[in-house]
């Protein structure tokens, strides 16, 4: 059947209709696809009646508005927040309980919308506090902080896997008989786990800076494919200020991309 004039037309003014309607379409699509996280800053602020743990996540070069993801009635203290490889999530802070403050922790595996329930993943002695976090070669999540089991503060270290299976709490040096606390951790360019933290040194009756290294079997680091380079890093200096932070804050950074600083204790606002 022969095409008339008219449906030519009908066709060539359908065709340029496409064209003006195609490309707004795609730019609608990729307008609407979620940016990366490049940092996300954690601290706890009391409120009337309660405290919270407030997210705020760094999206290109803005920080958007915070976020609480855990309210409760009880005190809280430092928060730290982590995420492995795949996605998902870790929550970790200190929370008074009658007379103890314990260290619970709370998974958001990928895609899930909400956090699981919080789960006490140390209440060794009377206080547990002072945490940070650093996810190995193969996404299992480490949790390093300081808990007073001798009356002095020592540093304990318990390991949860992506399913939110967690070990029982360790010791991770010798016995002392002084304070240890501040715990810091990070990946060395071998893959393996640098963990340093303050301790009390009595000859010089000062504090100095202790070091553990936990090395990771071979097999882990051969099926790890991304390289570990510090020129692949992001620098705290390099990202925009949070000013928002209240005063008097305690808070942690969390930079999704980075591999071996994965987690900066900010310290106190003024």
Known sequence: MAIS?????????????LLLIMPSTLLAAEDT??????????????????????????????????????????????????????????????????TELKLLASLKPVGAKYWQSPQVLSDLGKENTGATAVVDLTGKFWVFWASNVSGMDDIYLA???????????????TENEV????PSAELNQDGDIELTWKTFNLDIGDY????????????????????????????????????????NASSMLHIPRNRLVQVVRLGMTN
């Not at 004039?5 to 209709?17: A, H, K, V």
């Not at 304070?179 to 501040?182: R, V």
């Not at 071979?218 to 620098?235: G, H, Q, R």
Request: negative net charge; aromatic residues 8%; glycine residues 4%.
């Open 5 to 17: 004039n008219t449906d030519s037309l009908m066709m060539l003014r359908f065709s340029l209709l």
């Open 33 to 98: 696809l979620p940016q990366p996280v490049n940092a996300q800053v954690v601290w706890v602020e009391p409120s009337p009646g309660h405290y919270q743990i407030m997210v705020s996540n760094l999206v290109g070069d803005e920080w958007a508005d915070p976020i609480s993801v855990y309210q409760n009635k009880n005190p809280l203290a430092g928060a730290v927040l982590i995420s492995n490889f795949d996605g998902d999530s870790l929550l970790v802070w200190s929370e008074q309980s009658k």
């Open 159 to 173: 390991e949860i896997d992506s399913a939110g299976a967690s070990s029982a709490p360790r010791r991770v040096h």
């Open 179 to 182: 304070p240890d606390y501040y």
């Open 208 to 247: 100095v800076v202790a070091k553990s290294v936990f090395e990771l079997d071979s097999s882990s680091k051969s099926s790890y494919k991304l390289p570990l380079s510090k020129d692949a890093e992001v620098n705290v200096s390099e990202l925009p200020v949070a000013n928002f932070l209240p005063v």
